[in-house]
């Protein structure tokens, strides 16, 4: 559930200004894109995921009355764990480094949504091909190339907050995908 907030037009002042603004307002400036935009993502068994600019977003398909104590959720700079009644649902290295303290967890309706903040947003054209660095959960190659679309789009909308981006066509090619730096680069 997201809710669409205006920005007001005192923010289209500077391009230093605009980039404050997406810095502090993200979520909110962002809300509508991503109802008009959509999303690609993955289904696996354990539910789905997918990814925007900042975040990764997974939903875990939880039994009937699961309760939040009998879940347990680790997350790490580099690790996940998701265990649902005593079931390993995720466990491994994440494909990148994420932000723990930003990151939460919850459950509604039968599943539980995590947020895991990315670390690597500031860098262009990164998408993860799978949800874990061994491969698991990987997006085949349609979903590489709408994802990457998808990336492009909101990255525009982040920038450039007073339009909507969420129907514009890209004249990239998509067919090549940039490899995520490692924790040596960084």
């Known amino acids: 559930m997201s ?3 205006t920005v007001p037009a005192t923010y289209a002042f500077s391009a230093h200004h605009r980039r404050a603004v997406c810095e502090n307002e993200m979520s909110s400036d962002l809300s509508f894109f991503d109802m008009k ?4 993502g993955v289904a696996t068994d354990f539910g ?12 875990v398909t939880l039994p009937p009355n699961t309760r939040g104590k009998e879940c347990q959720v680790a997350i790490t700079t580099t690790q996940l764990s998701v265990l649902v009644r005593g079931e390993t649902k995720i466990k491994g290295k994440l494909f990148g480094i994420v932000r723990p303290d ?46 990457r679309k998808k990336l492009d789009l909101e990255r525009f909308q982040l920038e450039n907050p ?19 730096p490692t924790e040596d680069d960084q």
């Open 3 to 5: 809710l669409k907030t």
């Open 37 to 40: 935009g959509g999303f690609y």
């Open 48 to 59: 789905r995921w997918w990814q925007t600019v900042l975040e990764v977003h997974i939903e």
């Open 102 to 147: 930003e990151s939460v967890w919850s459950i509604e309706g039968g599943v539980m949504t995590i947020l895991l903040a990315r670390s690597d947003h500031a860098i262009k054209e990164v998408i993860w091909p799978s949800l874990l660095a061994d491969g698991s959960f990987a997006l085949d190659a349609v979903a590489v190339h709408e994802t």
């Open 162 to 180: 007073g339009f909507n981006f969420s129907n514009a066509r890209l004249a990239k090619c998509y067919d090549t995908v940039k490899p995520l």
